[in-house]
């Protein structure tokens, strides 16, 4: 019995698992918990930029980059003693306190750079003044146009202002040389018809290049240009092509009956010769010794030397040429640099130094204009110098920022240089 029992209640247990597990489940629906708004985060501060890239200059502060050892090192020292003059660094009167930091370039373009780079952003300096040659020239430029300094460039590198805004040329170009030599030819001289006898270089053929625009431009004609080896010292052959062969045909003649003398009839009436004052002091001697005369002889400011009269100065005389700057010039200017540089260094001033001295004191003249306190404004206010008055004439810049000069014409008189205009 007791055994039924507990069978009984063994079955009813089964009935009840199996009806639970067989029941559906009751879903219970609850409404969603409340989540707490999230906590409002305050807006997030922009992190504190960097230092500016171009931190604020030091207006009373110039840079200079000069050629001050290698090759060049005496044109970079010239260079330097001029702007530090400008400076007023030797006038016990001067109040100004301007700073000048020069540094060295050793004629180098990755040397240049690496000094622009130093003036612009270590030290800050509102300008900079720098002696370059051709080859180094445009890497100044693009230099200084990444540094957004201005950069008055003494160079006679065509075309190095293109770079940027921040570009100045203070240089005599090739072709205001040429322009103005021309001119006088014509206008002064009574010439308009010209030939040319030049080195096969790369300078040579720059200067035919822009002379024979020059002489169409004014209303001239150019009858021939004759290039020689650029270390040619013997000119026969040139001369003669010059002449139109008319020295060979003069000696056929001197052979046969030496008492008759050949006149050479030559059909222009001045020569222009852009070379050293070694090379014209040869070609002119031998232009006199083949009769080649009556001619106006053309030249640049490579002739300016001075070496050019030491010896053969007779077979020079009347001929002309251009240049930036005459020691003996007529300008109440000029002859105030040349006294206060010979007392400062006992010894006379070269094109070097007076374009040197000029480009520093247009800066500082400028900067006197306590008005002008960023590059941005120092580079539009000489953007607006007009006929400054400077050792080397009357200077103003032009839309391109070339410095626009009158040059000095030089001429040969009696064995000395004398100007002329």
């Known amino acids: 019995m007791k055994s039924y029992k507990?069978?009984?209640?063994?079955?009813?247990?089964?009935?009840?698992?199996?009806?639970?597990?067989?029941?559906?489940?009751?879903?219970?629906?609850?409404?969603?918990?409340p989540v707490p708004p999230e906590e409002v985060k305050p807006p997030e501060v922009a992190p504190t930029p960097p230092a500016p890239l171009f931190p604020k200059v030091n207006r009373d502060t110039i840079g200079c980059v000069l050629p001050l050892s290698g090759p060049h090192a005496e044109l970079g020292s010239k260079a330097l003693d001029a702007i530090l003059l400008s400076a007023g660094m030797f006038d016990e009167k001067n109040k100004t306190l301007w700073k000048v930091v020069a540094q060295d370039s050793?004629?180098?373009?990755?040397?240049?750079?690496?000094?622009?780079?130093?003036?612009?952003?270590v030290e800050n300096v509102m300008a900079i003044v720098a002696v370059t040659g051709t080859s180094e020239a445009m890497d100044a430029a693009r230099e200084a146009s990444r540094w957004e300094v201005p950069l008055?460039?003494?160079?006679?590198?065509?075309?190095?202002?293109?770079?940027?805004?921040?570009?100045?040329?203070?240089?005599?170009?090739?072709?205001?040389?040429?322009r103005a030599i021309v001119k006088y030819a014509i206008n002064n001289l009574n010439c308009a018809i010209f030939s040319i006898l030049y080195p096969e270089d790369d300078y040579g053929e720059e200067m035919v290049k822009i002379f024979s625009e020059e002489v169409v431009r004014a209303g001239g004609k150019l009858e021939r240009a004759i290039p020689y080896g650029k270390d040619?010292?013997?000119?026969?052959?040139?001369?003669?092509?010059?002449?139109?062969?008319?020295?060979?045909?003069?000696r056929k003649t001197s052979a046969k009956k030496p008492e008759i003398k050949a006149k050479l009839t030559l059909d222009f009436?001045?020569?222009?010769?852009?070379?050293s004052y070694r090379r014209i002091r040869m070609i002119s001697s031998q232009l006199a010794f083949y009769d080649v005369k009556d001619i106006?002889?053309?030249?640049?400011?490579?002739?300016?030397s001075p070496y050019l009269l030491k010896k053969g100065a007779e077979y020079l005389e009347g001929a002309v040429f251009p240049d930036s700057f005459f020691i003996y010039s007529f300008y109440p200017e000029t002859n105030d640099f040349v006294d206060i540089?010979?007392?400062?260094?006992?010894?006379?001033?070269?094109?070097?130094?007076?374009?040197?001295?000029?480009?520093?004191r247009i800066i500082f003249s400028v900067l006197e204009n306590q008005g002008i306190q960023t590059r941005r404004e120092l580079v539009a206010a000489l953007m607006r110098l007009e006929n400054y008055r400077g050792a080397t004439g009357n200077i103003s810049f032009g839309p391109d920022?070339?410095?626009?000069?009158?040059?000095?014409?030089?001429?040969?008189k009696n064995g000395k240089l004398e100007q002329v205009k």
């Open 341 to 360: 540089y010979y007392t400062a260094y006992s010894r006379e001033p070269e094109n070097i130094e007076a374009l040197s001295y000029d480009t520093a």
């Open 401 to 412: 920022r070339v410095a626009q000069k009158t040059p000095f014409i030089l001429r040969i």
């Open 232 to 250: 040619q010292t013997d000119f026969r052959e040139e001369i003669n092509k010059l002449t139109g062969n008319q020295i060979s045909l003069a």
């Open 296 to 304: 106006k002889i053309l030249g640049t400011s490579l002739w300016n």
């Open 269 to 275: 009436e001045a020569l222009f010769i852009p070379d």
């Open 6 to 33: 507990v069978i009984a209640k063994i079955i009813i247990l089964f009935l009840i698992i199996f009806i639970a597990c067989c029941a559906k489940p009751t879903i219970v629906v609850k409404e969603p918990v």
């Open 152 to 178: 008055i460039l003494i160079t006679s590198k065509e075309g190095v202002t293109l770079a940027s805004e921040y570009i100045f040329q203070h240089f005599l170009t090739p072709t205001q040389q040429v």
């Open 106 to 121: 050793r004629g180098l373009p990755e040397e240049t750079k690496k000094a622009i780079e130093y003036l612009a952003y």
